[in-house]
C-alpha cells in the first residue's frame, strides 16, 4: 500500500485501506465487488487484491466524459486502467457512465465502495441504488463521508442508523 500510494492520485487514506482490508477479510461474503467513483484508481487497485478466485471487480465512473474532468488534472479512461494494470495483469469490467446508469443483479456484491458524487441527492440516489445489490453480510463502504462533502456526510450518518450490513 505505501507504494501504491505515492505513485497513483486518490483520496485513500492508509487507514481508510486498512480498515476496508480488515473488513473485508473478516466479513465479506462471496461475491462480486462494485467500485463506484475510481478517479485514478487508488481504491479499485486495492479492492482487485481482494478478488478471490471466481469473482470480479465492476468499477464505474464518468471519467473525462464529466465535469469533474475539469477539476482532475490527466483524469482519463486511459490513466484509470493504466494505473490498474502497473499493480494487475487484467482490467477490472469498466463501465463508463455515471453511476445512476449501472445496473447490477440484486444480492450480488459482497462490497460495494461508493465515492461518486457527494452531493446530498446523488449520494442519496447511491446508497438507496447499492443496498439491494449487496448480498447477504455484504459489506457497503462508503467514502469521504468525514471530509467537507455535507450531502454524502449527511447519507452516511443517517445510513448508519438503517444497516451497513444486510
Keep these: 500500500m505505501r507504494r501504491m500510494g505515492h505513485q497513483v492520485m486518490g483520496f485513500l487514506e492508509r487507514d481508510d485501506a486498512r480498515m476496508i482490508v480488515r473488513l473485508a477479510m473478516r ?4 461475491g462480486d465487488m462494485l467500485e463506484v467513483g475510481a478517479l485514478y484508481g ?6 482487485g487484491y481482494l478478488l478471490r478466485q471466481g ?3 465492476i468499477v464505474c465512473d464518468p471519467f473525462e466524459s464529466h465535469l469533474r474532468g475539469g477539476l482532475w488534472p ?6 484509470f486502467e493504466e494505473n490498474y494494470l502497473r499493480y494487475h495483469k487484467q482490467l477490472p469490467d469498466v463501465r463508463q457512465c ?3 446508469e449501472i445496473s447490477v443483479v440484486p444480492g450480488s456484491m459482497s462490497l460495494i465502495h461508493l465515492d461518486g458524487d457527494h ?6 440516489a447511491d446508497v438507496d441504488r447499492a443496498i439491494p445489490w ?5 459489506l457497503l463502504v462508503v467514502n469521504d463521508f468525514d471530509l467537507d462533502a ?3 456526510a449527511e447519507v452516511a450518518r443517517s445510513t448508519t442508523k438503517v444497516a451497513y450490513r444486510v
Design 134 to 138: 449487496l448480498a447477504k453480510g455484504g
Design 150 to 152: 455535507r450531502g454524502l
Design 119 to 124: 452531493l446530498l441527492d446523488a449520494a442519496q
Design 55 to 57: 469473482e470480479s471487480l
Design 42 to 47: 487508488r481504491s479499485a487497485i486495492l479492492l
Design 27 to 30: 466479513q465479506r461474503p462471496e
Design 98 to 100: 455515471r453511476s445512476s
Design 74 to 79: 490527466g483524469l482519463s479512461r486511459t490513466a
